[in-house]
């Protein structure tokens, strides 16, 4: 006869070991379990793969106009950086100079990076105050002006992840340090040839603050 | 239009135009103290006022503050850097500190967003993604958690970033302070994992602040496991608000803009999240126009701090140089000094305690009879590893990677005991 009892003590038994191997214990008994709303509420990071990328859409001609009611007087129309604040646009073909002029277009890896950056911190000051449609617009404009897209071109949470950056691959990894030359800890320590000559004196340059002498 | 540029900050012709006078004015503006231009009479054989008076009670300063006459001791800013100071940097003055501590309110600051101000009862740890419960932690959950008290260097990527190309800054203060060392009250993350379990995928963790700036870098397993702790004491008193008030991310070793201050959550994933802070900054541009990307480790450094632009010599005879040394990477084995700008190397004496990942402190006795000196220290730690000249550096990386500078610094002394920030070449 098939024992019933014993086949429901089997289950029993073995969803709990299910659980104990899928999901381990707790150790310390501290904290609570985070309600599916709570995360969703502060879990608003957007992978490079467009992972965490929240419903919604923009272009550029919608962009524009938001873009300069709340980012041109820091950043500019262009995105050329007003005073000190940081350029946004530009710096093409710059990287490899004297001079380079690192923006969301001539250095940014990830479209997602523009989204996750200036939903979560800007404008500065009323971080996470644009909405979903509003930061995909204004990253759109960001992007058009960069002449990554069209103006015209729908940015959504679907086709985020597969904008093609012109640096996507201007990155080096792994880290290559320590990449100065291996001397084991035995430095020269007598008469070594060094350059001993004065090229340059941060009091010639004079832009050390002045020390306030109240 | 020339530009110099540090992570946010931008530099052109005008402001180095607009600059005015150095740190000279005020370096000899402390010859006063000079005990033979010392009129007081409170000296010997002269009774002093405050023998003769009553000091304060003991109720005069619940929290004390330090003397009147250190009123020099403070953390400095550089007003051209940046176009505000909520997304500024200021310097610890290590040129007039001691020892390996650096107290609290002198402890350099780095804010994105500014200083965010957080009730403690407000305060929430989320940890989501690749575990198997998403959970909430409150101050007091973290707090009945096993503790762990260790001393750390935080050195900020940047420090000396602004002299890849030459000397630029002439002070020790503005050229090596974006550094502090304190002795750290936390968990270890790797007690909080158990709390939360860990799937297997989960290869990286997203480490997120709550200031107005939502501070986010990725830091792989590894090195979460290993010693990161979510701190939330600093040298036995609480975090100040600067530093993340009620508690922020240690990360031993590593660039300081990893040290998420203002933490509210950790997420687990299997692929870096490429925030903007690892990408548009914090990445290392070599001269072909590439970027070393995660490039998370302190090289070993070092830095006299005493003579220093701000501390010049002010007498003939014996005097004590001071330093500091760390390395990310361990403990300090070994520092050097050199008074001919690198030609010939004595070694300096360590003093204990000489802990991994924290500042150490060397001194080295010299005699000075108004010569010329040019001096450096070059610091080597546990791995072997030597601190290189700028040469070697810009060898390799070339002049535009702003971060990662570890480079032997020149204080020329000159016969007059004035200090200058000096490069050789």
Request: with cysteine; aromatic share 10%.
């Amino acid at each position: 006869m098939f024992d019933w009892v014993k086949l429901l003590t089997l289950i029993i038994t073995s969803l709990f070991f299910m659980n104990s191997v899928f999901a381990s214990e707790r150790k310390f008994n501290l904290g609570k379990i985070a309600l599916k709303k709570e995360v969703a509420g502060w879990d608003i990071d957007v992978r490079p793969d467009g992972k965490g990328a929240p419903i919604g859409k923009g272009n550029a001609i919608k962009g524009e106009e938001i873009y300069a009611e709340v980012c041109a007087s820091c950043h500019g129309d262009f995105g050329e950086g007003i005073d000190r604040w940081p350029e946004l646009v530009g710096g093409h073909d710059s990287l490899d100079t004297h001079d380079p002029i690192k923006t969301t277009g001539s250095y940014w890896p990830y479209a997602s990076t523009i989204y996750d950056y200036i939903y979560r911190a800007m404008p500065f000051g009323a971080a996470q105050s644009l909405s979903h449609d509003e930061t995909y617009q204004i990253v759109a404009y960001l992007l058009y002006m960069n002449e990554i897209i069209e103006e015209d071109f729908e940015l959504t949470e679907k086709n985020i992840g597969k904008i093609k950056m012109p640096n996507r691959n201007g990155f080096l990894l792994p880290d290559p340090r320590p990449d100065v030359k291996i001397i084991n800890g035995k430095p020269c320590m007598k008469n070594c040839t060094v350059p001993l000559k004065i090229i340059g004196k941060a009091r010639d340059i004079d832009v050390t603050p002045e020390e306030n002498k109240s | 239009m020339k530009k110099y540029k540090l992570n946010n900050f931008k530099l052109n012709r005008r402001d180095l135009l607009a600059g005015t006078a150095s740190l000279g004015a005020m370096t000899f503006a402390s010859k006063s103290v000079l005990s033979d231009e010392n009129k007081s009479k409170n000296l010997p054989p002269n009774l002093p006022e405050w023998t003769s008076e009553l000091g304060e009670g003991v109720d005069a300063n619940p929290y004390g503050m330090p003397s009147e006459f250190e009123k020099n001791v403070i953390r400095r800013n550089v007003e051209w850097l940046t176009a505000s100071t909520e997304s500024s940097v200021n310097f610890t003055p290590i040129q007039d500190l001691e020892g390996i501590v650096t107290p609290n309110g002198l402890c350099f600051e780095r804010h994105h967003g500014g200083v965010s101000i957080i009730n403690p009862k407000d305060f929430r740890l989320m940890i989501n993604g690749l575990v198997d419960r998403e959970m909430i932690f409150t101050l007091e959950d973290l707090k009945r958690f096993p503790q762990v008290n260790k001393f750390y260097f935080l050195e900020c990527a940047a420090n000396g970033g602004m002299e890849w190309r030459g000397s630029q800054l002439n002070g020790c203060q503005y050229t090596f302070g974006m550094i502090h060392n304190v002795q750290y009250t936390g968990v270890k993350l790797s007690d909080l994992i158990l709390e939360t379990g860990l799937k297997p995928k989960a290869k990286w963790v997203l480490a997120e602040g709550s200031d107005s700036s939502g501070m986010t870098r990725s830091i792989p397993i590894e090195k979460i496991l290993d010693d990161c702790i979510i701190a939330w004491a600093m040298n036995g008193e609480a975090l100040r608000s600067e530093q993340g008030y009620p508690a922020r991310l240690i990360v031993p070793g590593w660039e300081g803009n990893m040290w998420v201050k203002w933490i509210r959550r950790l997420e687990f994933g299997d692929m870096p999240y490429m925030t903007r802070e690892e990408t548009s900054k914090y990445t290392d541009l070599l001269s072909d126009g590439k970027a070393r990307m995660f490039t998370w480790v302190m090289d070993a450094k070092s830095v006299v701090t005493s003579p220093s632009p701000e501390k010049p010599i002010l007498h003939k005879g014996i005097h004590q140089l001071r330093g500091l040394a760390w390395s990310g990477r361990g403990k300090i084995k070994r520092v050097d000094v050199s008074l001919d700008g690198g030609k010939n190397w004595k070694t300096a004496e360590l003093h204990e305690p000489i802990m991994s990942k924290s500042l150490a402190r060397f001194t080295f006795p010299f005699e000075w009879n108004g010569q010329e000196l040019l001096i450096q220290s070059r610091a080597i730690d546990e791995t072997n590893y030597v601190q290189p000249t700028i040469q070697e550096l810009q060898k390799i990386r070339g002049v535009n990677s702003i971060y990662h500078n570890n480079s032997i610094a020149t204080w020329l002394v000159s016969k007059t005991g004035k200090v200058d920030n000096v490069r050789l070449g």
